[in-house]
């Protein structure tokens, strides 16, 4: 199944009201307040990580406001980790290169 039906089909099942919006991919938490100006939510920033090897991966959300703190994200996981390429994302999440969607709940 597609996984992105798969998770809109779970929002929907438990009922959770949300307000979708289509943008190209931000690069930046302030390019993407650009796309979503207006819309009410929590400002999240996403990170798609992995090790060295590309052998394991992780997707990291987190307040925007923050920064992340990779020597303590390398104690946590137990290896150094880096920004993973865009065609890894597209490989690993199935996301479509030229959609990004923001949903406020």
Same mark, same amino acid.
């Given at each position: 199944?597609?996984?992105?039906?798969?998770?809109?089909?779970?929002?929907?099942?438990?009922?959770?009201?949300?307000?979708?919006?289509?943008?190209?991919?931000?690069?930046?938490?302030?390019?993407? !307040?650009? +796309?979503? /100006?207006? *819309?009410?939510?929590?400002?999240?920033?996403?990170?798609?990580?992995?090790?060295?090897? @590309?052998?394991?991966?992780?997707?990291?959300?987190?307040?925007?406001?923050?920064?992340?703190?990779? !020597?303590? +994200?390398? /104690?946590? *996981?137990?290896?150094?980790?880096?920004?993973?390429?865009?065609?890894?994302?597209?490989? @690993?999440?199935?996301?479509?290169?030229?959609?990004?969607?923001?949903?406020?709940?």
């Amino acid at each position: 199944m597609d996984l992105y039906k798969l998770a809109m089909d779970k929002i929907n099942d438990l009922g959770i009201e949300y307000e979708m919006v289509e943008h190209p991919p931000a690069l930046t938490t302030e390019q993407a !307040d650009e +796309f979503i /100006e207006g *819309v009410e939510g929590v400002r999240t920033k996403t990170m798609f990580l992995t090790d060295r090897k @590309k052998r394991e991966f992780y997707l990291l959300i987190m307040d925007d406001t923050k920064r992340m703190d990779m !020597d303590l +994200f390398k /104690e946590i *996981v137990g290896k150094k980790v880096k920004m993973a390429s865009e065609n890894s994302l597209m490989e @690993k999440m199935g996301f479509q290169q030229e959609l990004y969607l923001h949903l406020a709940f």
